[in-house]
């Protein structure tokens, strides 16, 4: 296993994201810190929810498409970035005729877990699992012949539009001729449907939501009180993006003491923990070619709520 990130990188940038997400105007948290042991279990309920459609229709864009990407990339390498449980790419590679899969994240034990398991059921391939952060470590990853880099889940809408920008710029400068990107990115679509995607009826989400406060407390020895916080959804249609936010239920003070802070909260003051792009086949398109890339095929599931683009660098 490679690893480019080490435990105490991961604690240095949340004590840099924390102290300037909550002491900035308006206060802002980075999703990434959504994602400790309880956050993975947490999310990986949030993908069975029956208001929640975008795993579920990734899945059976996947299901259709995978000989299509396996003849138009006749890939031999795949990079996953966020690949988490590598339970995605499982479906691709049984199609992919591949000499090597190089599955990236943050997470080494996760990662490592996962990493055994593909590997044991795919003797005849090379797994090379990488513990990076994929918008610092791109360059440093591991090249092969013929390279698919995949980022699903629509992750690329938790990205703000100059960071998105920047993330696609710099995976187009590990490509090569006759590499491609494998995208998937959630559509535009009704409102209310959306939101109740994000603001689920059991309440997983919300809990979802206030994980990352206990992560603050236990890693940064804060004392946020989570039940303190409303969860809160909603659509911003000039951006069309979802917005998670957490709502302080009363006038509060939290001390984190790691930071040597305390971060004064009036009632009804609220932070920014996520956004969700939705797109349009236009907005990727633009967007890409933006960045270097040619949009080569868009598949979308037969409700068309969600994508999977293949693109090429130009």
Known sequence: ???FLEDNDLHEALRRDVALGLTSEPRTLPPKWFYDERGSELFDQITRLE?????????????????????????????????????????????????RYVPVDV??????????????????????PVVADYERHLELLPRGPRKVVAFLGSTIGNMLPAERHRFLVDVRQILESGDFLLLGADLVKDQDRLVRA???????????NRNVLRVINQRLDADFVPEAFAHVALWDPANEWIEMRLRSLTKQDVRIAGLGITVHF?????????????????????????????????????????SLVLAQPN
């Not at 994000?198 to 979802?208: H, K, M, P, S």
Request: with cysteine.
């Open 1 to 3: 296993m490679h690893v």
């Open 51 to 99: 208001e929640y459609y975008p795993t579920r229709c990734e899945r059976e864009i996947l299901l259709e498409r995978a000989d299509n990407i396996a003849r138009l990339t006749q890939a031999r390498t795949l990079v996953e970035l966020g690949a988490g449980s590598c339970e995605k790419t499982r479906l691709l590679l049984g199609a992919l005729r591949l000499e």
């Open 107 to 128: 997470s080494g034990d996760y990662l490592g877990e996962a990493a055994a398991t593909i590997a044991a059921e795919h003797p005849e391939m090379a797994v090379h």
């Open 198 to 208: 994000y603001d689920d009826a059991l309440g997983v989400t919300a809990e979802f």
């Open 266 to 306: 009036t009632d009804g003051e609220e932070v920014r923990t996520e956004i969700s792009t939705k797109f349009r086949r236009t907005c990727l398109e633009q967007g890409l070619a933006t960045a270097g890339f040619a949009l080569r095929e868009f598949w979308t599931d037969p409700g068309s709520d969600f």
